[in-house]
């Protein structure tokens, strides 16, 4: 071969070789990269860097503007739409919108945007958010499903279903109410003894004390003596400073031979405590601080709610009083 000729088929391949690679550079946005050393890329091999994914929801909740427990709106209550994402693109592109369709449950509300930001819901962090917005009314009770639509800046997009948000506007009321005995008299209110009150339905733990979740938080319960204005001694239980009544708390106990004079439960020593299962709170008594008396005889109590409870969804329980369930028995 002549060398002009070499020199000629040299430049046609180094030509066909630079074509290729702008070929390959134009694949929907896809950038390639080849490296001519071992060192640079030992497997002589093409490298990809590319955002093939769109952004992915991974946590979404609906949560009502008063805050406390997520997840249920009551109609015609303002609510958020919260949401957290990933971007599984390598390398990620950046997100460039998410907006969730929530039209089943507030009518014309098809692409609301969420904003990015920090957000907080049910001790929860998001990292997206919608504006305030307000449910429909009226609405039946039932539970409701809502979307995201979501798209990056390399023009990927995804819609995501499967999301849901209960719908509840039946107020919440006093079910039952029962004590139990766990200390070592019958009778006589004492350390370990219960008192369970039971809702018709989960009540959010915050619209009974703000910041407690449901889980055993220290409380004072004070049972006053009635027995010289002819009343009944009647249970109320307080914060764990004994400052404030908690507005569930009301009881009167049917009879007035529980104590002799006011006690407190838990004031000092062991601590009273206050839990929540479902649709009950149970009070567990802690030290006594004196001696209650002995009674051989009881009659039904009866439970007054007080204003402030509301279910899961922000309904107002309703204040109607509720007598114990079942025959009379001795308390405690």
Request: hydrophobic share 40%.
């Amino acid at each position: 071969m002549k060398p002009r000729e070499a020199l000629s088929g040299a430049a046609v391949l180094l030509a066909v070789l630079a074509i290729g690679l702008l070929a390959l550079t134009n694949l929907s946005g896809v950038t390639y990269s080849a490296f001519s050393s071992a060192a640079e890329n030992p497997g002589n091999s093409i490298s990809t860097a590319a955002d093939f994914s769109a952004p992915l929801v991974t946590t979404a909740v609906i949560g009502k503007s008063s805050g406390g427990a997520v997840g249920a709106i009551k109609p015609g209550g303002t609510y958020y739409a919260y949401a957290n994402l990933t971007e599984p693109g390598n390398p990620a592109s950046g997100i460039s919108s998410v907006t969730s369709n929530l039209s089943a449950f507030d009518t014309g509300i098809i692409a609301t945007a969420l904003t990015a930001g920090s957000y907080t819901a049910a001790g929860v962090s998001y990292g997206y958010r919608s504006a305030l917005l307000t449910a429909d009314t009226p609405k039946p009770d039932g539970t409701y499903a809502y979307s995201f639509a979501t798209s990056d800046l390399a023009a990927n997009t995804r819609t995501q279903t499967g999301f849901n948000v209960k719908v509840d506007g039946t107020a919440p009321s006093a079910s039952d109410i029962q004590t139990s005995n766990g200390g070592s008299i019958a009778g006589r209110p004492e350390a370990n003894d219960t008192i369970v009150y039971t809702f018709s339905e989960a009540i959010d733990p915050e619209s009974i004390l703000a910041g407690w979740s449901g889980v055993a938080a220290n409380v004072v319960v004070r049972i006053d003596n009635n027995a010289a204005s002819g009343s009944n001694d009647r249970v109320t239980v307080y914060n764990a400073a004994n400052t404030a009544s908690l507005p569930f708390s009301s009881v009167n106990l049917g009879r007035n031979n529980y104590v002799s004079a006011n006690r407190t439960f838990g004031l000092t020593g062991t601590k009273s405590t206050m839990t929540m299962s479902g649709s009950t709170i149970t009070v567990k008594l802690g030290t006594q601080s004196a001696a209650g008396t002995t009674s051989s005889s009881g009659a039904p109590m009866i439970w007054s709610p007080a204003a402030g409870p509301a279910d899961l969804a922000g309904n107002a329980i309703s204040l109607t009083a509720r007598t114990e369930v079942g025959l009379s028995d001795t308390e405690f």
